[in-house]
């Protein structure tokens, strides 16, 4: 067979004649040829220049007569050569290493230290000595890095010492206040340093506390002392297996309890306590710094005008978001704008840019300085440090640290006359913060920040290399034109980032919020230039003259400005829907990284590898394994069954709204399904409990699907039949209300334009584990019932309150879809009961007991503490329940105090006592009283925590 030349005059094939020849060749190819050099380059082996077909730039080869194999793996040593040509091995580390870290926090992976040291210490050996082989020295760089990831998270969570409280706790505490801030409510949050607990002594105290103090008192400075009553319990853990763990971010911030307090604080510390001994030298600055930021924060708030723009302003300059409303958090977070409430990339950015813009401009005005000095270095300089000093004054929170070290990294770029915006700064910055906070890859901030970011740098390159580098305006053009091409040239700037930047980091926010804002761009566009030109520069300036007392002018411009982005976020809220995805698949989401990845980081045709996995990661990310029979929040009284349609039911007739909010994002349920849809359960009465010792039904229906189906009139579980949400759901008085704002179980910082935010939305106060204190949380006063509606949705139409269902006030029974017998009650004394009549027994109290006689699971408080929330599925073969629990038998260190004694409770002593010391026991003990009410009131003689359940 003759071989095509390899000349560089040869034509292609033109005309009918030529699409024939095309045919014939392609035929040849597939059959046995092989692509031989092309007129696009040298045509030697490995030659990055332009080779053959497969080139970089090129697809002009001629088929040969090599094995088809053959061509495949000269084509793949030619795009290798191109890779180590541009040094894309370099990115290898940075992915190795979160992969490592990924593998350990989110898998639970737990390899030997020392088999893990000596085997990344090897195959890093290796890999610098495979110089020759780039191939093999990237794969033998990703396996050590894999490694080196692992050792690094391992380090990461044994050198955190945060103590968390093993369980809910009413002590009387002494310490230092090293945060405090007001929300929009007018209550207080106070971070305290615990250095003494009474009455009772608690033998494992968190060493830093959350406090929302509700009553009326004179506010207290950071590094003032805080004594008084408080309740504490440790954060909440997942809603379900798989959801977001509350108490994995405070244990690496150091937060070990979180509550509120039981009255105002008091004057002197308590008897037995003493006062917290004075700071030392790093504590006193931070504790300087939380005083500057508090008297900014309310300087800002009243020249902004106050309410809610003031609030947004304040939060813009330093960080504190606590003031900001509910309805404008909605807002914000509904059309995608959420990135502008927390201090992120985006707002550094703007600021540096603001700061190096203006001086740089200043200097060259003076011609002695910009033709003797550099400038433009200057500028970095000083932009450099104006970044640093908003780091310090916005509070230096995990997202903003991150979006600090990649600003530093190519600002430093600018100062060493290197691009800026470059893949291997973005790779810099994710080393630099991988190994500083490994725990931090697990979180939705890092993973959609680094996601945007990566995006941005990777399309602005390409985009560049199209157009072969900025070219210059046309000389010579009106002013007016000039303007308005400018204007053009912004809004495609953000119309472009906006789509690429969501693309990127939708599967992110899906996953972990179960939630995209898919009008994002529409808000981005109309609300950006505001931020970027208008209210982040006047925030800067008004800093600068804050010392000077001619801030006024600029906040109560920014506070306008803000007024029209609210106004605009709010309008666009109410005609613009906002779905939810459903449940998501890690799968898929995995695949879509790895094509962000290869997309981003290959400089050769390898790139489109992207394209396969994409394919792959959009067919699997979608969940759709069957919802669970039963989810059992650890509480043991918020329960919820699921039909097959994806109907809910829940036990309770005012469920926690935290809690079963998560349950429909996280298992796909929608208001319009629980409407349309039968009984999620079915009544299982047996002989001894028949429907005529039931409870008379209400007289009004239940709900449209009660009505018209009688099987719903006897439901033991409420079927939410809303497509409605009301503002807040009632809770019973004493408990801890959460008002969640969030339309994901984490509040979003924002990068880009485009949700990265941490997870610190509203963590619910269940019985027995306490909200996060930097949510929306406040003890709740008697009222009257309010509507009960399905969480998640954004109407304002909902149901009517409902009477009692059948079921006692302390026992229950009923069937699931498949047929599992549940019986719950919250009396101890129906153990026995509860056991013999189903194949589950829910016992909502801390009883010993672990196993039913008759072989029945038994689920009850103590076991819930240890497990966490459970999903309950029935085995096909079997027909037996199988239990999937939140926590691991042998729990991460964040989940460790679940494994510690349950907190010592005090009693006072009677008044034939008195004489005697006060008593001081642990739940569970013989001695141990009824515990009539979790909360016990202020002021009363039970002044402390009665016993968790009677034993």
Known sequence: MPQAPATRGLERPQGPAGAGRWASLLRRFFARGRWSRGRGGTGAPGSPDGIGGFDDDRADGWPGEASRLEAVGAWLGRQVAIEAARRSGFHVLPVALISGAAAVFALDWRPDISATILAAAVIGALALRAVAHPMLQAMLLGVAGILAGALLSLADGGATRTTIISGTATTRIAGTIFQASRDEKGRMRYLVAVTGTVRPVLSRPPERVRILVSADHAARAPGDAYYGLVRLGPPSGPAAPGSHDFAYQPFFDGVGGLGFALGAPDAEPAEGLLPPPPPGFVDGLAIRLERIRGTMTRRITEAAGGGEAGAIAAALVTGERTGIPDDAETWLRGVGLAHVLSISGLHLAIVAGSALLLLRSGLALVPALALNYPVKKIAAVVALLVAALYLLLSGGNVATQRAFVMLAVMLAAVIADRPALTLRNVSIAALVVVVAAPHSVTTASFQMSFAATLSLVAGYGAIMRRRGGAKAPPAGQPLAWRLLAGAGATILGIVVSSLVAGAATAPFAAYHFHRVAPFGLVANVLTLPIFTMVVMPLGLVGSLLMPFGLDGWCFRLMGLSLDLVLWVSEWLFRILPDRGTGPISGTGVVFLTAALFAASFFASKLRYIAVPLAIAGLLTIRDTSDPPQLVVYE??????????????????????????????????????????????????????????????????????????????????????????????????????EATSSAPAPSSQAVDGGFPTGEPTSPAAAPTPQMADATSKAAVATPRASAPV???????????????????????????????????????????????????????????????????????????????????????????RPILQRSIAADPPPWNRHRLAPWPEYWRKPAADEQDSAPILQRPGSRAEPPAPSMVPPTGSAAEALPGQAPQ
């Open 635 to 736: 509480d043991g009284r918020t329960i919820a069954a699921f039909a097959g349609d994806g109907a809910i039911a829940y036990l309770a007739r005012r469920p926690k709204r935290f809690v079963t909010d998560q349950w429909e994002r996280s298992f796909g349920v929608s208001p319009a399904a629980v409407a349309a849809s039968p009984a999620a359960v079915a009544p299982h009465v047996p002989p001894a409990y028949s429907p005529a010792a039931l409870p008379t039904p209400p007289a009004e229906p239940l709900s449209p699907t009660a009505a018209a189906s009688p099987a719903m009139a006897h439901v033991p579980l409420q079927n939410l039949a809303s497509d409605a949400l009301p503002p807040a759901v009632a809770m019973p008085p004493g408990s801890v």
């Open 789 to 879: 509606a399905v969480a998640g949705s954004t109407s304002s139409r909902a149901l009517p309150d409902r009477s009692a269902l059948p079921c006692d006030a302390d026992f229950c029974r009923f069937t699931t879809r498949d047929g599992l017998r549940i019986v719950w009650t919250s009396d101890y004394k129906r153990t026995g009961e509860a056991c013999d009549g189903g194949d589950v027994a829910i016992v909502a109290r801390a009883i010993r007991l672990e196993h039913c006689r008759s072989g029945a699971l038994l689920v009850t408080l103590r076991t819930l503490r240890a497990t966490g929330s459970l999903a309950l599925y029935r085995d096909p073969a079997t027909g």
